[in-house]
């Protein structure tokens, strides 16, 4: 059927003929940027089901009942056990285990789809909450650590598939908005768990652990996400904002995608990119381990709430620096670059002089803001901006992929690549606090870390265009192409609506 792009309020397509007349042209290489004709249901409410919002809705969603419980349980400190390295020893297993599906997250979203992904990824959620509150209730560690490992398979799926979709489904100049929303619901699940948290530790201004039941509230929260799974909608049939489809490539056969993976995996940009993929949440397991040792149960469960509260508030604001429609792509790149790399660099610095006068200190002091109040802050309000700068770089990081492909299958490639090495990082940070005494070798290598992957990221901001792309439109078979902007300008003169196939529906 035909796409329902309109001209004061009467539809325009594009049809075969428009070919000859140089108003489209016929090709047949891949554009990863085109967007697709597609039909429009004549339903309101389909229409809705169909958005990109409703899609971002789900899939923020599915970070609220999975991900965003599994960073409020990491926010406690040591996942609010009474010492961090079990729950150290867990998340290192978790993050190995990630590491080689989400490496293959392209080929595999290119298989089955992002709405079977997401629901791979939502069956093992409540694996991470039962894990912690065995653990907790029992003392059974084995099944912690069996039940991050299996977590660990189930979420890869879901990272890629959030990755692919986030970077592909928005418009060019709402992607940093979407981008936000998904931060936001992330966050919103870690302070709903944080302020349950509090609630039932705000007694305990001591060391120690949480109580078992804090672990049930996360829990059932983490049951939520297989029904909102359940509610995706096929990546051909989303429908933008403006009426076009989601950028998609014809469908390719594993080994093609092997090869476009490895392919991809071996870019000079890709390799650039590498140190700060690893980088961007290297600081969970240091920054868990830290709180664990130098804090109070309650001032931990403070943290799990304060954190992405401030996250929440920030981060849309940050996203509205990367929307901006008055600067080219290339600036707001930069711009963004500099107000979260400054504000890491002072954490970084900061901590530095926190663990040298922890080292200085009985290894039972537990700060807490009731107690000392004005020493617990300043050692505290570190965490604080790492918890908001992580998600900045997030965002950033999403973005700036996004200025390089739009389509789906390459997304899911790139997005795969990333949180791979993402997870690489996790599982080495996580891995190092399990069996060190000294607080400096990890943050040592975190301020390293740092060192080597801002000046290379840097590079890759450079290779952004100056202006926004104009974007393309084609069918599902890649015959026809046109500028978007000339269609929605009602520039081709003498067209009505025109049946066109939608060829390669089989593309996921």
Same mark, same amino acid.
């Given at each position: 059927?035909?796409?329902?792009?309109?001209?004061?309020?009467?539809? *325009?397509?594009?049809?075969?003929?428009?070919?000859?007349?140089?108003?489209?042209?016929?090709?047949?290489?891949?554009?990863?940027?085109?967007?697709?004709?597609?039909?429009?249901?004549?339903?309101?409410?389909?229409?809705?089901?169909?958005?990109?919002?409703?899609?971002?809705?789900?899939?923020?969603?599915?970070?609220?009942?999975?991900?965003?419980?599994?960073?409020?349980?990491?926010?406690?400190?040591?996942?609010?056990?009474?010492?961090?390295?079990?729950?150290?020893?867990?998340?290192?297993?978790?993050?190995?285990?990630? /590491?080689?599906?989400?490496?293959?997250?392209?080929?595999?979203?290119?298989?089955?789809?992002?709405?079977?992904?997401?629901?791979?990824?939502?069956?093992?959620?409540?694996?991470? +909450?039962?894990?912690?509150?065995?653990?907790?209730?029992?003392?059974?560690?084995?099944?912690?650590?069996?039940?991050?490992?299996?977590?660990?398979?189930?979420?890869?799926?879901?990272?890629?598939?959030?990755?692919?979709?986030?970077?592909?489904?928005?418009?060019?100049?709402?992607?940093?908005?979407?981008?936000?929303?998904?931060?936001?619901?992330?966050?919103?699940?870690?302070?709903?768990?944080?302020?349950?948290?509090?609630?039932?530790?705000?007694?305990?201004?001591?060391?120690?652990?949480?109580?078992?039941?804090?672990?049930?509230?996360?829990?059932?929260?983490?049951?939520?996400?297989?029904?909102?799974?359940?509610?995706?909608?096929?990546?051909?049939?989303?429908?933008?904002?403006?009426?076009?489809?989601?950028?998609?490539?014809?469908?390719?056969?594993?080994?093609?995608?092997?090869?476009?993976?490895?392919?991809?995996?071996?870019?000079?940009?890709?390799?650039?990119?590498?140190?700060?993929?690893?980088?961007?949440?290297?600081?969970?397991?240091?920054? +868990?381990?830290? #709180?664990?040792?130098?804090?109070?149960?309650?001032?931990?469960?403070?943290?799990?709430?304060?954190?992405?509260?401030?996250?929440?508030?920030?981060?849309?604001?940050?996203?509205?620096?990367?929307?901006?429609?008055?600067?080219?792509?290339?600036?707001?790149?930069?711009?963004?670059?500099?107000?979260?790399?400054?504000?890491?660099?002072?954490?970084?610095?900061?901590?530095?002089?926190? #663990?040298?006068?922890?080292?200085?200190?009985?290894?039972?002091?537990?700060?807490?803001?009731?107690?000392?109040?004005?020493?617990?802050?300043?050692?505290?309000?570190?965490?604080?901006?790492?918890?908001? =700068?992580?998600?900045?770089?997030?965002?950033?990081?999403?973005? *700036?992929?996004?200025?390089?492909?739009?389509?789906?299958?390459? =997304?899911?490639?790139?997005?795969?690549?990333?949180?791979?090495?993402?997870?690489?990082?996790?599982?080495?940070?996580?891995?190092? =606090?399990?069996?060190? =005494?000294?607080?400096? /070798?990890?943050?040592?290598?975190?301020?390293?870390?740092?060192?080597?992957?801002?000046?290379?990221?840097?590079?890759?901001?450079?290779?952004?265009?100056?202006?926004?792309?104009?974007?393309?439109?084609?069918?599902?078979?890649?015959?026809?192409?046109?500028?978007?902007?000339?269609?929605?300008?009602?520039?081709?003169?003498?067209?009505?609506?025109?049946?066109?196939?939608?060829?390669?529906?089989?593309?996921?």
């Amino acid at each position: 059927m035909a796409s329902d792009k309109k001209k004061d309020g009467a539809p *325009v397509a594009v049809t075969e003929s428009d070919v000859a007349f140089g108003v489209v042209e016929q090709v047949t290489e891949d554009d990863c940027y085109a967007v697709r004709v597609i039909e429009i249901p004549k339903s309101k409410w389909k229409r809705r089901f169909r958005s990109v919002v409703f899609q971002m809705v789900l899939l923020s969603l599915l970070s609220f009942s999975g991900p965003s419980m599994s960073n409020a349980i990491s926010a406690l400190g040591g996942g609010g056990l009474a010492t961090p390295y079990t729950a150290n020893t867990a998340s290192a297993v978790q993050y190995s285990t990630s /590491i080689l599906v989400a490496m293959f997250g392209g080929p595999f979203i290119s298989t089955i789809g992002i709405p079977v992904a997401c629901m791979i990824g939502a069956v093992g959620f409540p694996l991470s +909450g039962s894990g912690f509150y065995v653990n907790s209730k029992y003392g059974v560690q084995w099944y912690l650590i069996f039940a991050k490992a299996i977590y660990g398979i189930t979420s890869a799926f879901l990272y890629v598939a959030e990755a692919s979709s986030m970077i592909s489904y928005p418009e060019q100049h709402r992607r940093g908005f979407y981008i936000s929303l998904w931060v936001v619901m992330r966050n919103l699940g870690s302070i709903i768990a944080g302020a349950i948290s509090l609630a039932l530790n705000i007694t305990r201004n001591g060391q120690g652990g949480v109580t078992p039941n804090t672990y049930l509230a996360f829990l059932g929260m983490e049951c939520i996400g297989l029904p909102a799974a359940f509610l995706l909608t096929k990546t051909r049939k989303v429908i933008r904002s403006d009426g076009w489809g989601v950028p998609l490539l014809p469908k390719k056969s594993w080994k093609e995608e092997c090869k476009l993976l490895l392919a991809h995996h071996m870019q000079k940009r890709t390799l650039l990119l590498i140190p700060v993929y690893i980088l961007t949440y290297f600081g969970d397991g240091v920054w +868990g381990t830290y #709180l664990s040792l130098h804090f109070s149960v309650r001032a931990r469960a403070l943290s799990a709430l304060v954190g992405p509260l401030v996250a929440v508030v920030m981060n849309p604001l940050f996203g509205k620096i990367l929307d901006m429609k008055s600067l080219g792509p290339r600036r707001k790149g930069i711009i963004a670059f500099w107000v979260w790399t400054l504000p890491t660099l002072g954490m970084l610095i900061w901590v530095m002089y926190n #663990l040298k006068w922890f080292s200085d200190q009985p290894e039972t002091l537990r700060l807490d803001y009731q107690v000392n109040t004005g020493l617990w802050f300043a050692m505290w309000f570190p965490y604080l901006i790492y918890v908001v =700068n992580a998600w900045m770089s997030q965002t950033l990081v999403y973005w *700036v992929l996004g200025q390089f492909a739009s389509d789906v299958s390459t =997304n899911a490639r790139t997005g795969g690549v990333f949180r791979s090495w993402e997870t690489v990082g996790q599982a080495v940070s996580y891995g190092i =606090n399990s069996h060190t =005494n000294s607080q400096f /070798i990890p943050f040592g290598i975190y301020f390293g870390l740092f060192v080597v992957a801002m000046p290379l990221f840097f590079q890759v901001l450079l290779e952004i265009p100056v202006e926004e792309r104009v974007l393309k439109v084609r069918t599902d078979d890649g015959q026809i192409i046109a500028d978007a902007d000339k269609i929605q300008r009602g520039a081709i003169d003498g067209t009505a609506i025109a049946d066109i196939e939608t060829r390669g529906a089989d593309t996921k």
